[in-house]
């Protein structure tokens, strides 16, 4: 289950966000009854939670709380259910920063969302070998995504 929550004041697609947060899962074969949390917010109230969670100053374009740590089961064991945890978008910081990054505002939203999926799931960008790891798979899930889409 995906839950969206839009308290940014920003006019955003919604309904793809959750469908793809849905495609995402079912990528990494997370169970379909597990909860995820998506909620979107202004660059006031996402610079507060960068400063209080992260120790960083100013806004940010995702954050992660993860709850049960779910990983993705190796091909022999059943998709794990349980609560992934909350993903916070701020859609006007990800805006800002698409064109920097090669992508639309729509495009950047994606990527980032699934980033902040891969995140709950326990996939890091702190080491160079982590780094490709996630990486590669955001970018594998976003193909596949758009190709499901064309």
């Given at each position: 289950?995906?839950?969206?929550?839009?308290?940014?004041?920003?006019?955003?697609?919604?309904?793809?966000?959750?469908?793809?947060g849905r495609f995402a899962?079912?990528?990494?074969?997370?169970?379909?009854?597990?909860?995820?949390?998506?909620?979107?917010?202004?660059?006031?109230?996402?610079?507060?939670?960068?400063?209080?969670?992260?120790?960083?100053?100013?806004?940010?374009?995702?954050?992660?709380?993860?709850?049960?740590?779910?990983?993705?089961?190796?091909?022999?064991?059943?998709?794990?259910?349980?609560?992934?945890?909350?993903?916070?978008?701020?859609?006007?910081?990800?805006?800002?920063?698409?064109?920097?990054?090669?992508?639309?505002?729509?495009?950047?939203?994606?990527?980032?969302l699934v980033h902040g999926?891969?995140?709950?799931?326990?996939?890091?960008?702190?080491?160079?070998?982590?780094?490709?790891?996630?990486?590669?798979?955001?970018?594998?899930?976003?193909?596949?995504?758009?190709?499901?889409?064309?």
């Amino acid at each position: 289950m995906i839950d969206l929550n839009n308290e940014s004041g920003e006019a955003v697609d919604e309904q793809r966000l959750v469908q793809l947060g849905r495609f995402a899962l079912d990528e990494l074969r997370i169970h379909p009854q597990s909860e995820l949390s998506i909620l979107l917010v202004d660059e006031q109230t996402m610079t507060d939670y960068h400063v209080r969670f992260m120790g960083l100053p100013g806004p940010t374009d995702v954050l992660s709380f993860p709850m049960d740590e779910l990983r993705p089961p190796s091909d022999d064991d059943e998709p794990p259910e349980g609560l992934l945890g909350d993903i916070v978008l701020c859609p006007r910081v990800t805006a800002a920063q698409a064109a920097e990054n090669g992508r639309t505002p729509e495009g950047e939203a994606d990527y980032l969302l699934v980033h902040g999926i891969l995140h709950l799931l326990g996939f890091d960008h702190a080491e160079e070998g982590e780094k490709k790891v996630m990486f590669d798979l955001n970018d594998r899930i976003i193909a596949a995504w758009d190709a499901s889409r064309a």
